[in-house]
């Protein structure tokens, strides 16, 4: 089984749903996702541990005159993060089947368009195909924030657009210049392919221009500060179960764009800009830990924690050590369990709410409905890293790393680590406890909402107890990753002596 089927099929299933009787659509495409899903965990299961190469490949020419190829691969960076897409939009899938919406068969499309470029994005081996994939992931997400939306949602749908746009102009640009300059100055025939780039390296000055184009395209998708003015409008207008995938897995393309693309074919320029990308950073974990403090919107809470978990993702990127890479390819799939189901439970807090998604408005509900009120506890749980849950053992190892790198950055960090205790506890606490606020029905959880939560708290607790199930697999990549950054931080120690 080859992964163009795993790539391809969620698109397939949505054009099948999208010809089939209406009241069937939602619960055909959950059902495909399922699938999906299970061809998902089959090349998880036969993922061979140590091994630092590619597996299960698909290498096919293109585009021969330019030098792009259809290849794929799957290896310690994205085999984890494969899977994590499957589930993420599996639960979302499963929880949209259950309520109606407008025009379903094109909402549904719109999902399994951005599944499959998601999936397409993280299998991607070749640097032209993975711009293709990065910018489809888009397109589904504008309509859907568009048709769907809540709110002020041509303002948000403007925004996320623009700032997208402007991102993928310069990665676009910086993936042109990176074949082209590459073959230029080793005489070789034009190629995008990630494998053959890191062959033949571009010069420092090169290096640092399109290390520059790269860097604003991820962080504008992640976000960080200052490429955050979209997050608010975006966030708080995207349907549900849209902003559960957005923030679990698309915002982590970004991230494994750093590790994929970045880290191998420029060292120079991520040696170079470590400390500029580390202090940026460590402004957005600051900032957003202030702003998670004070506002007074449930779901915006969500949003900023994620751009606080994101930047620590980044800190530790790019500690440019081997524990800090590991950290934060575990720290990736941790957010991914915690952000989602936080979602999940801001939409079931406004249902009992009167639709508002205040906290102000929330409250005192925990022992009329002690299962969300049981769910909602794990997963707050795991937010702040309580000691015990793999989300402390991603946020430790990626301290470790900036300790080892840049001690100061790592002291000043901590603070974000308090701050999630207590914007994640403020959560909580103000939403299930103190008086009951003026418009709330106290009920529990039905069956279709309580679901997709139980696979999120389960798998939130398998990797609580066993955090080695994405340290074994990543290990070997992660470290022929970081070899071409270390090589140059070592000339350059050796050099300053």
Known sequence: MTLSILIWLPLVIAVVAALIPRPLVGRTAAIGSVITL???????????LRHPGLQFKTDQVWISSLGIHYKLGLDGLNVALVVLTCVLFTASLAWAAFREWDRPRLF?????????????????????????????????????????????????????????LVGSFFMLAGAIATGALASSRHGAPITFVLSSLQHMPLSHASQEWIFLCFAVAFLVKMPL?????WLADGYKSMPIPAVAVFSGVVSKVAAYGFLRIVLPLFPYAAVHFQ???LIVALVSILWA??????TPDARLVVAYSSVAQLSFITLGIFSLRQVGAQGALLQMVNHALVTAPL?????????????????????GIAFRAPVLATLFLIVTLATLAMPGSANFIGEFNILLGVFESKIVIAIIAF???????????????????????PAVVSRDLRLADAAPLVAFVLLILALAFYPQFGLRRSQPTVRTTLSATQAVSSRITLASR
Request: glycine letters at 12%; a positive charge; aromatic letters at 16%.
């Open 38 to 48: 299970g061809i998902a965990i089959s090349f998880l299961v036969r993922f061979k």
């Open 415 to 437: 603070t974000g680590v308090v701050g999630a205790a207590y914007y994640a506890l403020r959560l909580f606490i103000g939403s299930m406890h103190n008086r009951v606020g």
């Open 275 to 277: 400390m500029l990308m």
């Open 108 to 164: 549904y499309f719109h999902f399994g368009l951005a599944q499959s470029a998601v999936l397409g994005a993280f299998c991607a081996q070749d640097l032209a195909l993975f711009v293709a994939f990065f910018d489809l992931m888009l397109i589904p997400f504008y309509f859907v924030v568009g048709m769907w939306g809540s709110g002020d949602r041509v303002r948000a749908t403007t925004k996320l657009v623009v700032y997208t």
């Open 343 to 363: 979602f999940f439970i801001v939409a079931a807090l406004a249902m009992r709410a009167g639709g508002s998604e205040l906290l102000r408005d929330m409250g």
């Open 225 to 229: 500060v200052p490429f955050h003015g």
């Open 289 to 294: 830990t202030a702003v998670a403090f004070t």
